[in-house]
C-alpha cells in the first residue's frame, strides 16, 4: 500500500510575510488531515521561517531544487547537507529547472544521489513538452528521463517520482485523468526493468499540472497515481486545503 502525497511548490512566489501567513493556514486547515502526505516547498528564501512556523504539525518542509555537492565553490547554490539540516523533501528535476536553466537527465541523476545521501527525500519530476507529445514522443520522453535521473540511484521504498507533462504546467489545461494513468504506466514500468517489479510497486508517482480543487479527485482516483505536485493552486489556503481534503477522501475511500 503506497501513501499518498500531495506536495506544493510555491515557485517563485510569495513575500516573508505571505509565506508565513500561508502556512499558519494551512497548518490550521489540513494540519488535522492524516492518511497521507502533505508537502510544501517554499523558496529557499523562507524555508528556516516556514519551516518553524509548521514545527510540530503533520505538514513537512520541502524545497524547490538542491545542487549535489556541499563545500565547494558553486556561488548561489544550495548543498543537499545544509539542505538536510532545514528541510525533509527536495524537488529535483522541475522541468522550469529542465527548460529554463538548462538542467540535465545528468545533473538530475547527480542531485537525487545527493540528495538521497544526505537523508532527504527526492521528488524526481519527468514530463514531455507539447512539441514531444504531438509528435508521439510522450513515451520515449518519459523513459529517456526516468532512466537518466535514476541510473545508478539505490532506491528506498516510497521513492516519490512526479509525472508533469510541461504542457500542463501553468495553463489551465490538465492531462485527462487517463492520460496521466497510461504515462505513470509507462514510467512505472520503466522503473521496474531497472530496480525490479517489487520495488517499482512501492514507488510514489503523483501526477502534476494545473491540478485543482475541482480536478484533484479525478487524478485520486485513478489506483496508480499516488498524490499531486500542485503549483497555482498551492499558493492559496483554501485551494490547496480543498484539494488535501479530496484527495484524502478519495484515497480512504478506496482503501
Ligand atoms: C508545477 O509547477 O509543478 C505545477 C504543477 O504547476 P501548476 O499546478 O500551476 O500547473
Redesign the pocket.
Known sequence: MRTSVIAG?W?CHTRLQSAMALAAGLRERIGGIDGLEKVVCPPFVYLAAVGEALRGSSISLGSQDVHWQDDVAATGEVGPRMLAELAEYVIIG?S?RRHQFGETDEMVNRKVKAALAAGLKPLMCVGEVLQERQAGLTEEVLVRQARGGLTGVEMPDGFIIAY?PVW????GTPATDADAANAIAVIRREVASMSGFAKAETVRILY????TPENIAEFMSRSDIDGA?????SLKVDAFSVIVEEAARVKAGAS
Not at 168 to 171: D, E, F, K, R, S
Open positions: 511548490n515557485k522541475h522550469e508533469e500542463a504546467i501553468g495553463t502534476g499540472g494545473s491540478v505536485l500542485v503549483g497555482g493552486a
